[in-house]
């Protein structure tokens, strides 16, 4: 197993695992962590409620649930897509990664919460960050 597999397995699971506990964050006693983040993205024009209400219950185990499938796809596509077509892989990251950061940055801008398009570039770099861009074949195929 290469090093640039080795990374994006790690940030798969990192990935996942933030992504599930957003989603469990729809519990009650559990929340007061996703009100943390809540409040930090949309930071300094909001607060998230205290108590959440159903849609704030869907949003997370939405957004929960997309964000563990998307560090599952980034752990299955340094585990199973790599070893077998890395130029691919390499892809199938890329295009998610920018495609999920563009439309999730400026839409969270309109929504009134830049910040979260701040805390964003963390996500982006858990995604990007196993990727080996010295390997100039990413462009090519």
């Known amino acids: 197993m290469t090093n640039e597999q080795k990374k994006m397995?790690?940030?798969?699971?990192?990935?996942a695992v933030l992504?599930?506990?957003l989603?469990?964050?729809t519990w009650s006693p559990i929340y007061p962590l996703a009100?943390?983040?809540?409040?930090?993205?949309?930071?300094?024009?909001s607060t998230a409620p205290a108590v959440p209400d159903a849609t704030i219950r869907l949003m997370l185990a939405i957004g929960?649930?997309?964000?563990?499938?998307?560090?599952a796809m980034v752990w299955t596509v340094g585990t199973e897509v790599m070893p077998v077509a890395p130029q691919a892989g390499r892809k199938v990251i890329l295009y998610s990664a920018w495609s999920w950061f563009i439309c999730d940055s400026t839409f969270s801008i309109v929504?009134?919460?830049?910040f979260n398009a701040v805390l964003n570039l963390i996500f982006l770099?858990?995604?990007l960050g196993g990727i080996d861009f010295k390997n100039r074949k990413i462009a090519q195929q």
Not at 9 to 15: E, L, W
Not at 35 to 45: D, E, K, S, T
């Open 125 to 127: 770099a858990l995604m």
């Open 64 to 71: 929960g649930g997309l964000t563990a499938g998307m560090g």
């Open 35 to 45: 009100r943390l983040f809540l409040n930090l993205a949309h930071w300094p024009f």
């Open 111 to 114: 929504a009134g919460s830049p």
């Open 9 to 15: 397995r790690t940030n798969g699971i990192i990935i």
């Open 19 to 21: 992504g599930i506990a």
């Open 23 to 25: 989603a469990v964050a």
